[in-house]
């Protein structure tokens, strides 16, 4: 900005080195050591190994162990992690879904991505201490899990995808639910968006470069903020006869994700909406046995994170060869390291909740 | 005054600290409850703090390795004195002050710089990260809080002629000083928030270092600081009514109730605000006071300078 | 007045010494481990007490000066309504100096953080 420098650099300063997390109010789960040149961050380096589960060999243990391993991949989106898998087995069968079924799929991903999108939006106005918004977003959130609840059971129990289809018909009241969440979501609205101090402190905020995400392998919000069109959805027969168009943000910074995010959540319950009305009639689920098929099959979905995806190998036998799962979120914390160099400590917390990273999902 | 004297107004001065530092923390989580729309019981918030205390008392008083103890016990013992020597000049009603010194005014800026220094100390004596930090965050505020409170208050001895601070409440019985140098009061009161480290701008205790100059401060030393920090924030509303409000004067009312309740209608107003407000980094404070605050105290020096001359006359 | 100033000594006094008894009447904690800092949950492997640099420099330079000129503003506000015009013009003069101060300051960057 201005062309005589400030005489600092004949003074000689030390830089601070701390840990930052797992063990912290804002970061858990991942563990960064940070350089610090005053307050201002000059290097960041991330350790990772917090919330490595195994998944992966744990699911070369039978079917359904995998199948119920899928959906505990990123716990904060069981049914995208459900869905890729059952994608997976579905394609080894070359199995075909019902109308039906596909719809609801769609609604109960949908609907998880709204729950999951309000409660980072609670978490990121939590961490800006915009205390109406968070409680705002915190209780969208609650009436969204509940109307999940009454599609998939108490979260950590849900699995409700299942290779071939869905476990169940969508109850009669949830569509009310639904539509109860989407009314207060349209009365909250305001109440949501950014008043202007939070907008200074989130502006050019952990900016992502679209190039640059691109080629680390970021999706979803992170990469839609950038203003790259990529998103699953819009590659698929029912997102398409539903009318869905990705939203697309511009800036790639903190603040165009948390618009990006207001907006998704109103699109993934409309969408979800739909998807439950005029339902065409038909099976929910028909059986795909994995048992007696042989081959390499991969299955996708667009999880609330980022695009999910499965990996199945098998000879045909009682057990998968191999499994692997992949989600956004380890090239997002890859990012990171990037994002927070020149970003005040102040902002660290916001840098890195604003990229949503699920560590379980980025470790397996 | 003689030594019984003293010793019933150190005492009741005591008293009057204990229980305006309970009402402190009670008003603080009013405050935070109406600025998020959260239903309140003002019982449960009544007890909290009470409960708090109970807990702050037995817990044991952890001091780090390391630590520099000279340091970590300096920073409770100066916090205290600092309040306790603020609460002496406060005067409550006609003739209810411990010391009404012909320097009031500016005996509590000087005071008001050491309370910085107890923090630092926490912070830096703790030897760890994120007290070190939010140590260099505590003095920040040092620089972003002094000038603009010290030119807001200057206001009212323009008009009272006089730094006493019992001279300064008399001289508003016909107008307050609030109404006619609005300014002024409110580059008071969000000098105010910036030094009894009030949101949005508690940073130096913030979530991000995990309690910052706090963070590894715990037990009954605990309890001295987080009370001195809440005390602190009464007397420096008390002292914003007694400045800008009519500290005493009001109908009816006996006097100390009514600098109480404007004191508690301050109090509230700026828990309210601030817990509405998103946390501000020392830049962002800093930057706040010196290009929108200290500008704004130079207007209100100006009007106030007219205005007082065309009344005079002069 | 002294009399006045030797209550406050006893304020001091007295703040002094609650606070160091209640600080020798706590319960110390023994246990090695809880004394280690607060650093996230790792232990602390890095030097703390750093020659750390202060951004804000400049501004507690400027500081410095504001707040010495804040002292001499309070004689002023005293006599400020005896004297009236001149002292009135006489502030006006010290604020017009002042606020170029600022303005220079501010120009300069002082009140922008370096990046």
Same mark, same amino acid.
Do not use: C
């Given at each position: 900005?201005?062309?005589?420098?400030?005489?600092?650099?004949?003074?000689?300063?030390?830089?601070?080195?701390?840990?930052?997390?797992?063990?912290?109010?804002?970061?858990?789960?991942?563990?960064?050591?940070?350089?610090?040149?005053?307050?201002?961050?000059?290097?960041?380096?991330?350790?990772?190994?917090?919330?490595?589960?195994?998944?992966?060999?744990?699911?070369?243990?039978?079917?359904?162990?995998?199948?119920?391993?899928?959906?505990?991949?990123?716990?904060?989106?069981?049914?995208?992690?459900?869905?890729?898998?059952?994608?997976?087995?579905?394609?080894?069968?070359?199995?075909?879904?019902?109308?039906?079924?596909?719809?609801?799929?769609?609604?109960?991903?949908?609907?998880?991505?709204?729950?999951?999108?309000?409660?980072?939006?609670?978490?990121?106005?939590?961490?800006?201490?915009?205390?109406?918004?968070?409680?705002?977003?915190?209780?969208?959130?609650?009436?969204?899990?509940?109307?999940?609840?009454?599609?998939?059971?108490?979260?950590?129990?849900?699995?409700?995808?299942?290779?071939?289809?869905?476990?169940?018909?969508?109850?009669?009241?949830?569509?009310?639910?639904?539509?109860?969440?989407?009314?207060?979501?349209?009365?909250?609205?305001?109440?949501?968006?950014?008043?202007?101090?939070?907008?200074?402190?989130?502006?050019?905020?952990?900016?992502?470069?679209?190039?640059?995400?691109?080629?680390?392998?970021?999706?979803?919000?992170?990469?839609?903020?950038?203003?790259?069109?990529?998103?699953?959805?819009?590659?698929?027969?029912?997102?398409?006869?539903?009318?869905?168009?990705?939203?697309?943000?511009?800036?790639?910074?903190?603040?165009?994700?948390?618009?990006?995010?207001?907006?998704?959540?109103?699109?993934?319950?409309?969408?979800?909406?739909?998807?439950?009305?005029?339902?065409?009639?038909?099976?929910?689920?028909?059986?795909?046995?994995?048992?007696?098929?042989?081959?390499?099959?991969?299955?996708?979905?667009?999880?609330?994170?980022?695009?999910?995806?499965?990996?199945?190998?098998?000879?045909?036998?009682?057990?998968?060869?191999?499994?692997?799962?992949?989600?956004?979120?380890?090239?997002?914390?890859?990012?990171?390291?990037?994002?927070?160099?020149?970003?005040?400590?102040?902002?660290?917390?916001?840098?890195?909740?604003?990229?949503?990273?699920?560590?379980?999902?980025?470790?397996? | 005054?003689?030594?019984?004297?003293?010793?019933?107004?150190?005492?009741?001065?005591?008293?009057?600290?204990?229980?305006?530092?309970?009402?402190?923390?009670?008003?603080?989580?009013?405050?935070?409850?109406?600025?998020?729309?959260?239903?309140?019981?003002?019982?449960?918030?009544?007890?909290?703090?009470?409960?708090?205390?109970?807990?702050?008392?037995?817990?044991?008083?952890?001091?780090?390795?390391?630590?520099?103890?000279?340091?970590?016990?300096?920073?409770?013992?100066?916090?205290?004195?600092?309040?306790?020597?603020?609460?002496?000049?406060?005067?409550?009603?006609?003739?209810?002050?411990?010391?009404?010194?012909?320097?009031?005014?500016?005996?509590?800026?000087?005071?008001?710089?050491?309370?910085?220094?107890?923090?630092?100390?926490?912070?830096?004596?703790?030897?760890?990260?994120?007290?070190?930090?939010?140590?260099?965050?505590?003095?920040?505020?040092?620089?972003?809080?002094?000038?603009?409170?010290?030119?807001?208050?200057?206001?009212?001895?323009?008009?009272?002629?006089?730094?006493?601070?019992?001279?300064?409440?008399?001289?508003?019985?016909?107008?307050?000083?609030?109404?006619?140098?609005?300014?002024?009061?409110?580059?008071?009161?969000?000098?105010?928030?910036?030094?009894?480290?009030?949101?949005?701008?508690?940073?130096?205790?913030?979530?991000?270092?995990?309690?910052?100059?706090?963070?590894?401060?715990?037990?009954?030393?605990?309890?001295?600081?987080?009370?001195?920090?809440?005390?602190?924030?009464?007397?420096?509303?008390?002292?914003?009514?007694?400045?800008?409000?009519?500290?005493?004067?009001?109908?009816?009312?006996?006097?100390?109730?009514?600098?109480?309740?404007?004191?508690?209608?301050?109090?509230?107003?700026?828990?309210?605000?601030?817990?509405?407000?998103?946390?501000?980094?020392?830049?962002?404070?800093?930057?706040?006071?010196?290009?929108?605050?200290?500008?704004?105290?130079?207007?209100?020096?100006?009007?106030?300078?007219?205005?007082?001359?065309?009344?005079?006359?002069? | 007045?002294?009399?006045?100033?030797?209550?406050?000594?006893? %304020? $001091?006094? #007295?703040? &002094?010494?609650? =606070?160091?008894?209640?600080?020798?009447?706590?319960?110390?904690?023994? +246990?090695?481990?809880?004394?280690?800092?607060?650093?996230?949950?790792?232990?602390?492997?890095?030097?703390?007490?750093?020659?750390?640099?202060?951004?804000? %420099? $400049?501004? #507690?330079? &400027?500081?410095? =000066?504001?707040?010495?000129?804040?002292?001499?503003?309070?004689?002023? +506000?005293?006599?400020?309504?005896?004297?009236?015009?001149?002292?009135?013009?006489?502030?006006?003069?010290?604020?017009?100096?002042?606020?170029?101060?600022?303005?220079?300051?501010?120009?300069?960057?002082?009140?922008?953080?370096?990046?």
């Amino acid at each position: 900005m201005h062309a005589r420098q400030a005489p600092t650099r004949e003074m000689a300063t030390e830089d601070l080195v701390t840990w930052f997390g797992p063990e912290h109010p804002a970061v858990s789960g991942l563990r960064l050591q940070l350089t610090l040149d005053g307050e201002q961050v000059s290097a960041a380096e991330i350790e990772l190994g917090y919330r490595h589960r195994g998944l992966e060999k744990l699911a070369e243990r039978g079917w359904e162990q995998a199948a119920a391993i899928a959906s505990q991949v990123d716990p904060r989106a069981p049914h995208a992690g459900a869905a890729a898998y059952a994608r997976a087995v579905e394609a080894l069968a070359k199995a075909e879904l019902s109308g039906r079924a596909a719809r609801l799929r769609v609604a109960i991903l949908e609907l998880e991505r709204a729950a999951s999108h309000l409660a980072w939006l609670a978490n990121l106005a939590r961490l800006l201490e915009a205390r109406p918004a968070a409680r705002l977003a915190g209780h969208l959130y609650r009436r969204a899990s509940t109307a999940l609840a009454l599609l998939a059971g108490a979260p950590g129990a849900q699995r409700w995808i299942v290779p071939g289809g869905v476990a169940a018909d969508a109850p009669a009241d949830l569509l009310r639910a639904l539509s109860g969440v989407l009314d207060a979501l349209r009365g909250a609205l305001d109440g949501l968006r950014m008043d202007r101090l939070a907008e200074r402190r989130l502006n050019g905020l952990a900016l992502v470069d679209g190039g640059r995400a691109l080629e680390m392998g970021a999706a979803g919000p992170v990469l839609r903020a950038t203003g790259v069109p990529h998103d699953l959805r819009t590659s698929s027969e029912v997102y398409r006869a539903l009318g869905f168009e990705p939203v697309l943000g511009s800036g790639g910074d903190a603040r165009a994700r948390y618009s990006l995010h207001v907006a998704e959540v109103g699109q993934a319950l409309t969408l979800a909406q739909r998807a439950l009305t005029d339902l065409p009639r038909g099976a929910v689920a028909e059986k795909v046995p994995a048992i007696g098929v042989a081959g390499l099959a991969r299955g996708h979905a667009e999880g609330p994170r980022g695009e999910l995806s499965a990996t199945v190998l098998t000879d045909g036998g009682e057990r998968p060869l191999r499994v692997a799962f992949r989600g956004p979120s380890l090239a997002h914390a890859g990012l990171l390291s990037e994002l927070l160099v020149g970003s005040m400590l102040a902002d660290v917390p916001l840098a890195v909740a604003s990229l949503d990273l699920s560590m379980e999902e980025a470790e397996r | 005054m003689d030594p019984g004297a003293a010793l019933v107004g150190l005492f009741g001065t005591l008293a009057v600290l204990v229980v305006a530092t309970w009402l402190a923390a009670v008003l603080d989580g009013l405050g935070r409850a109406l600025a998020v729309h959260q239903p309140v019981g003002l019982a449960a918030l009544a007890a909290a703090p009470l409960a708090r205390l109970g807990r702050l008392v037995r817990r044991a008083d952890v001091i780090p390795a390391n630590a520099d103890g000279g340091l970590l016990w300096s920073a409770p013992v100066m916090a205290v004195a600092v309040v306790l020597l603020l609460a002496g000049v406060v005067p409550l009603g006609p003739g209810l002050v411990i010391a009404d010194l012909n320097i009031g005014l500016f005996y509590v800026i000087v005071l008001l710089a050491p309370f910085v220094v107890a923090l630092m100390n926490a912070g830096w004596g703790a030897n760890a990260k994120y007290g070190v930090l939010g140590a260099f965050r505590a003095a920040g505020h040092l620089l972003a809080y002094e000038v603009p409170f010290g030119f807001a208050a200057i206001g009212a001895p323009m008009a009272a002629e006089s730094l006493s601070l019992v001279k300064i409440v008399e001289g508003q019985d016909r107008l307050w000083y609030g109404v006619w140098q609005p300014v002024g009061f409110a580059i008071y009161l969000v000098s105010a928030a910036i030094i009894t480290y009030r949101p949005p701008f508690d940073l130096p205790a913030a979530d991000d270092l995990g309690g910052g100059v706090l963070a590894d401060v715990s037990g009954p030393r605990y309890l001295l600081l987080r009370g001195s920090m809440l005390a602190l924030w009464v007397l420096v509303s008390a002292l914003g009514a007694v400045l800008f409000l009519g500290g005493w004067l009001g109908p009816l009312l006996p006097g100390p109730v009514w600098l109480v309740l404007k004191t508690a209608a301050l109090m509230l107003a700026m828990s309210w605000v601030g817990y509405r407000l998103p946390r501000l980094r020392v830049d962002q404070m800093l930057g706040l006071s010196w290009k929108v605050l200290l500008p704004g105290t130079f207007l209100h020096i100006a009007i106030t300078g007219v205005v007082i001359l065309l009344q005079t006359g002069g | 007045m002294s009399d006045n100033y030797a209550v406050l000594a006893t %304020f $001091l006094l #007295a703040g &002094v010494a609650l =606070a160091m008894l209640v600080l020798a009447l706590a319960r110390k904690q023994e +246990a090695p481990k809880a004394a280690e800092p607060f650093e996230s949950g790792s232990p602390s492997e890095h030097k703390t007490w750093v020659q750390f640099r202060v951004r804000y %420099f $400049l501004i #507690a330079l &400027v500081f410095v =000066a504001f707040d010495m000129e804040m002292v001499y503003m309070f004689p002023w +506000a005293v006599v400020f309504k005896r004297v009236g015009l001149v002292a009135f013009m006489d502030m006006f003069v010290f604020i017009a100096v002042l606020a170029v101060a600022i303005a220079y300051a501010w120009k300069e960057g002082a009140f922008e953080w370096e990046r």
